[in-house]
């Protein structure tokens, strides 16, 4: 595809400077965000935080050519969100903070259609691998309404990879998910940034973006004020105190327990003992956990 803006090749998303204001109560203006700088290397995974309000889903909808900024300048797969539209829009895709899934088709229903709205060849065959890859195949055929709020995402997601884009945006992708919905979830995720794929989320998890994100930024009062790793984040405070106390199980390791999914959750877990366990103590492992990732472990 033809890069008109060779700015830097393996930045896949490049944010600077970038405002957005909105009417507020009163007339009143409600500068959302005062100058928005980051970046996204190609094949990463890249967490944005910030509280309720703090403008995360304005940021995506300024990448996806949804919003308009009223200020600096953003990239997507090197070309320009406001001079190169079409073309973000082809390299993108998006998946919203509430499903756009249509409950009234069935699930292989949906994914035909948007393949078809993406002029993908053979959008059957594409509907039919991607139902088997997320497990669906069983309830291709049944309507969407049927499914669990677990099922309904990972179509989502789903619909969001036809097409092959380069850049995919996912915002709160497990909000409202079960803990073994969330496992599916951050497991796909994982799956398409080891294949290439660059991936912007939002969270308010902060389990999940430890657990999931290369790099993390975290927005707050209009700004980016903090970026980076996890390891680089952590260095920001002085070196952890270490205590020897014993490790409990959190909640979330005894339901999967009970519900039997703790083998499986071992084993996606990248075999380290520490990743399994949010332990009641604050001695915890620096394991630079998407270093494991990308280390294929
Ligand atoms: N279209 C709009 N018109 C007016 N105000 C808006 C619009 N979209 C967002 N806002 C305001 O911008 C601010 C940021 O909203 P945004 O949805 O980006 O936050 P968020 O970080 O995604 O929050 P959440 O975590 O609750 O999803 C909020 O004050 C919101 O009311
Ligand atoms: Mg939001």
Known sequence: MEQSTAIEVD???????ILKSFEGPKGATNKVLKGVDF???RGEIFALLGSNGA???TIINILSTLMKSDGGTALVNNFDVAKEPGKVRQSISLTGQFAAVDDILTGRENLILIAKLRSVANPAKVADELLERFGLTEAANRRVSTYSGGMTRRLDIAMSLIGKPAVIFLDEPTTGLDPEGRHEVWKTIKELADGGTTILLTTHYLDEAEELADKMA???GGTIIAQGSLGELKKLFPPAKVEYVEKQPSLEDIFLAIIGRKADLNASRNADPNAGTNTSSNVRSDTDQNANRKAGN
């Not at 930045?11 to 400077?17: E, I, N, Q």
């Open 55 to 57: 403008g995360k889903t």
């Open 218 to 220: 975290i927005l707050h």
């Open 39 to 41: 970046g996204v290397k």
């Open 11 to 17: 930045v896949a998303v490049l944010v600077k400077g």
